[in-house]
């Protein structure tokens, strides 16, 4: 199934990129993103992501007293490209989280809803305390909060949903989702017990196969600068103040994230920001998430634009024509080499998705399987490095590949990676 996100946020620049890091490592395809009001970098941060095709987002400004989280999800969800088949609604200091061991959510969410009459799932909050942390550290939210509050602390039965994009109608609250029929049930499958009619919190707490870990608080200072200065997006004239801290800044356990998924979310992170700022942020490879199957071709360009642009031969190794894929854990790798015909041409592959985003990879590995059968004369050895790799995070199942050579470019190919059903 294809999994979208539907959020609305404010001043959310800090920590929107790591979320949505995140999410994509566990299996989430795309983002649905309502910008309200946001003073900081959080509408730069949005366009740049829109631009990579990995998020749809809209400016959903406060208007007089309506509160502007409900509309935001309606207009949201007009936009949500038709290829989505489930959206979360969640937060940006939500988490949605596997509980079973699984990496990702899609063994869960295909289980839960392989009835067809399943329209929509509510995951509890698992709500996390500051761990006694005053003052903004250096690292991700998820790694740097490991003190959760007790299974009886009751916000924890507040829940947030995952619908069928088909089966929505509109939203009762920003916790429950009014369907066109069908049945509501909690992560283990059973119909969902509200609590005395109060559509969003539940009569048991399930932390069963999926929760959302909601870090409520962060520390102190980012409490303070964050939350009880922005303020509530569905209730009007709510303060989150002193009052609110105290009673959520519960760490009564300590609960973790796996080292391989911090490993995995923090590469991605980086990998994002060396797409969305290469002036400022290296390169960083070795991600990323996809359990790719099918190959498809297309964009196929003009030999003669290659050739004028001063490419000698090149090849795509992986994926290759026969449909062969290199993976890694979390992605998929594309692997080839590239021969100029001027061996002191600097010359690059570059990998682009969606409008323009790209990273420059370097001609930077030896293949001396290619210089031996390709290459003769002076060429042999002023050809020593033209092999390139490059792993493509698994939330972009479409890149075109570039050369680029003294400043100028010609496409070479554009491949596209089909998801199983397994996906």
Not at 57 to 77: N, S
Request: net charge negative.
């Amino acid at each position: 199934m294809n999994i979208a996100i539907a959020a609305i946020v404010k001043n959310e620049a800090s920590y929107l990129l790591e979320w949505i890091a995140y999410h994509c490592v566990i299996g989430v395809s795309h983002f649905l993103i309502a910008n309200n009001d946001s003073s900081d970098e959080t509408p730069e941060l949005l366009r740049k992501l829109a631009d990579s095709g990995l998020v749809t987002t809209i400016d959903f400004p406060t208007k007089g007293d309506v509160k502007p989280q409900l509309p935001a999800y309606q207009k949201l969800l007009k936009k949500c490209p038709e290829s989505i088949d489930l959206i979360a609604f969640i937060d940006a200091d939500e988490y949605i989280t596997v509980t079973d061991g699984s990496l990702t959510i899609h063994s869960v969410l295909d289980r839960l809803f392989e009835n067809s009459e399943v329209s929509a799932l509510a995951m509890n909050w698992a709500c996390f305390g500051s761990a006694g942390q005053l003052f903004r550290e250096e690292g991700m939210v998820i790694e740097r909060f490991t003190r959760q509050s007790s299974p009886k602390f009751t916000a924890n039965r507040n829940y947030k949903s995952i619908a069928r994009r088909e089966s929505i109608i509109n939203f009762m609250n920003p916790h429950h989702i009014n369907t066109s029929g069908g049945s509501y049930i909690n992560t283990l499958g059973e119909p969902l017990d509200i609590l005395d009619g109060k559509h969003g919190v539940t009569q048991h707490l399930v932390w069963d196969h999926l929760r959302v870990n909601h870090y409520v608080t962060k520390s102190l200072e980012e409490f303070v600068v964050g939350k009880s200065r922005n303020g509530s997006a569905a209730t009007q004239g709510r303060k989150k103040h002193k009052q609110y801290f105290e009673s959520h800044d519960r760490n009564e356990e300590s609960w973790r994230y796996s080292d391989g998924l911090l490993n995995a979310v923090h590469e991605l992170h980086c990998a994002f920001k060396s797409m969305l700022y290469p002036e400022v942020v290296p390169r960083s490879a070795n991600v990323y998430f996809s359990m790719a199957s099918d190959l498809r071709w297309g964009g196929s360009a003009s030999s003669r634009q290659i050739k004028d642009l001063g490419v000698y031969k090149w090849h795509l190794d992986s994926p290759s024509n026969e449909g062969v894929i290199e993976q890694t854990q979390l992605g998929w790798k594309l692997v080839g080499w590239l021969l100029t015909e001027n061996a002191e041409d600097a010359a690059y592959i570059i990998v682009q998705v969606g409008k323009g985003c790209e990273w420059r990879v370097p001609l930077m590995i030896k293949r001396p399987d290619v210089v031996r059968e390709m290459c003769e004369g002076p060429m042999l050895t002023r050809h020593e490095l033209c092999g390139f790799a490059f792993d493509l995070p698994g939330c972009f199942k479409t890149a075109k590949l570039y050369a680029e050579i003294s400043g100028r470019r010609a496409l070479l190919k554009e491949v596209t990676i089909q998801c199983s059903q397994s996906c």
